[in-house]
């Protein structure tokens, strides 16, 4: 099979991760007998720096013309306490997840028992923990009317949701719960919020065209605690933007591997694979980031790309490498730690 | 002393709970030579039942006309899953918090040495965790314009923040963290909400009055992060009425002693005073549910009143009731579990 495939690497330990992953897939490639065409193009604080847009026309032209997009992580410390910046990263981030039609981010949380004693959370409480977030990533608050009225002294946001754009998110839901555990959490603030109002008699009536899935409804301030107390009672989880955002970046600590969480954002078409950790500037170019998150995502792109061996094969050389030690400082013992690189050239060659 | 205090027990659990918190504060009145008169009202599913409004205007002149309000809790399950019923007893939580002004909701989470080991997280994770945070109440997308369009197929919610809200709560975190460490953490989302641009830009040029506060700016989504992994790291935490929401519910999981922590609504004038813990129906009625979390409410009521002894006096008898396993079954050992009135009963008496 011949694969078009967008190299999106942005910024800060973005390019040395991306780096590891197209190793791995072009491993992969050699042994299943595909060939990968990979297109890099610009995105981030890179892609200001170098024509002023942090996702320029000629980005989203490559990945429109790929079968999917490998991204690694954007933004710049230099953006960071001048949120007023007339161009940020960020906005590349959002403009690219609404051109692209990526309304769903798959956020999974999972456990490796080899890295399970690095959880926060007590073994009892995190084991077994296999989660999965689908987040919507191209509405509400996000990408709402906002602006300033009274010279400047009262701002706003708006969260617009429509009944479309909930059922669609909803679908994928109930969809990979009918693949899964059957159960269905739908994530709101129907007490307080219109929108979430919506969401949620969206979401009941959707409810009979799936019988075998028991669907619940909980209030994002109630998840956020169970999240902590019981992350494993829970299975797919739905929720809206900003909800999203928050949830599942508390989900991504949990599990202790934070830095081996990959991600999906999908759509109609099109798919994009990052890990979920930023651009951790200050690690930049030292060549000790962990890699594994990229590639784990890279899996995930496999997957979807209707090549589940190929995600396997990956999957199964990443738990080879975390047993045999085979980490970046972040997961080893002290000073056992590998170079980034030599990570993804082990698991390159022991695919 | 004189005090009038508005006994708000309202729904589930409340009254219980509240009449254990009554038995302490007389007990604290005895002993330092005051003389409380309480003046109950109907809140909640309770006031519903009763005159069809969870916080009636009968109700409000008793708030307003005391020096402080304690409550219970409210909330009912046959609301639960009926999100569009016409009257809610939320509803009357949102109208009261408006109606008295009580735009800081204060949320302690601390640890209690005794309780420490119950908590989710890893005794190295929480040991020393003492932050407040600073949830604004009375503004944000809790109280903005919502509605439908397009036949109900679009719900909207709108944030508004005006520059005054954002400062009167900022001012109460400077004036707190100028009490403890020195620590304020703002809250946000700034790289993607104006609202939190404004909150932000607010709080920086409030900074030069509190040279000696050290503030930070972190996103929602990193603090749910961090809150899970060093929670001790915080000290006071500023934030939008919605993230405050998430966040202190969060939060309050992390010590292992969530039915302990108590919250405080304060504003211009009057103060309100509730366990953070909801109605929790299933246990009404049945003598078992923790009330040292109004207990301990009951003790930032006196804080606030300008009568710390009395405070502490509180503090050091629940202490006491810790330390002598002299608690209701959530915290006992098997089958050692007290009943909710034995233990108000033993706190008043050895107060
Ligand atoms: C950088 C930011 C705009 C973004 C978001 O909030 O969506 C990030 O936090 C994420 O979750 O991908
Ligand atoms: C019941 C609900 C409206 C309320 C809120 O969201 O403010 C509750 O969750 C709280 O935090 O007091």
Redesign the interface.
């Known amino acids: 099979m011949e694969l078009t495939i967008a190299l999106l690497a942005g910024d800060g330990i973005g390019p040395e991760v991306i780096q590891q992953a197209v190793k791995v897939c072009d491993a992969v490639a050699t042994k299943f007998n595909h060939q990968i065409h990979w297109k890099p193009a610009l995105t981030g604080a890179a892609a200001i720096d170098a024509v002023g847009d942090p996702y320029p026309d000629s980005t989203h032209d490559i990945c429109v013309n790929s079968d999917a997009v490998l991204f690694g992580a954007i933004g710049h410390p230099r953006f960071d ?1 001048d ?2 910046a007339k161009v ?1 990263p ?1 906005q590349g981030l ?1 403009k690219m997840r609404q051109k692209l039609g990526l309304f769903a981010n798959v956020r999974p949380t999972f456990t490796f028992e080899s890295l399970i004693d690095r959880s ?3 073994r009892e ?1 995190i084991e077994g923990t296999d989660l999965v977030f689908l987040r919507e990533l191209t509405g509400g ?2 990408f ?1 009317k ?3 009225e ?1 010279n ?13 754009e909930v059922k669609r998110l909803a679908k994928k839901g109930f969809e990979l719960a009918m693949k899964r555990s059957k159960k269905l959490c739908c994530v709101d ?10 969401w ?2 969206t979401v009941q009536a959707m409810e009979k065209d799936y019988p075998e899935v028991e669907v619940s ?1 909980e209030f ?3 998840v ?2 169970r ?3 019981w992350p494993n009672s829970y299975d797919v989880l739905i929720t809206e933007n ?2 999203g ?3 599942t ?2 989900a ?3 599990s202790g591997s ?1 830095g081996l969480m990959p991600s999906a954002s999908i759509g109609e078409s099109i798919g994009l694979y990052e890990p979920i950790h930023g651009s951790y500037p200050q690690a930049a170019g030292k060549d000790i980031a962990n890699p594994l998150a990229t590639v784990l995502s890279a899996a995930m792109m496999f997957d979807d790309l209707g090549l589940p061996d190929e995600a396997n094969a990956i999957r199964m050389v990443v738990n080879k490498s975390l047993a045999e030690g085979m980490v970046t400082e972040d997961l080893a013992d002290k000073n056992k730690g590998r170079k980034t690189s030599e990570v993804g050239n082990w698991l390159a060659k022991n695919l």
Chains 1, 2 share one sequence.
């Open positions: 306490n949120p007023s940020r960020e959002l926060p959370l007590k409480r608050i996000y709402g906002r602006g300033r009274d400047g002294d009262t701002a706003y946001d708006t969260c617009t949701y429509t009944r479309m603030k129907a007490n307080v919020l219109e929108s979430s109002r919506l949620r008699e409804y994002v301030d109630a956020a605690m999240l902590v107390q900003l909800f955002d928050i949830l970046d508390e991504s600590v949990i934070m």
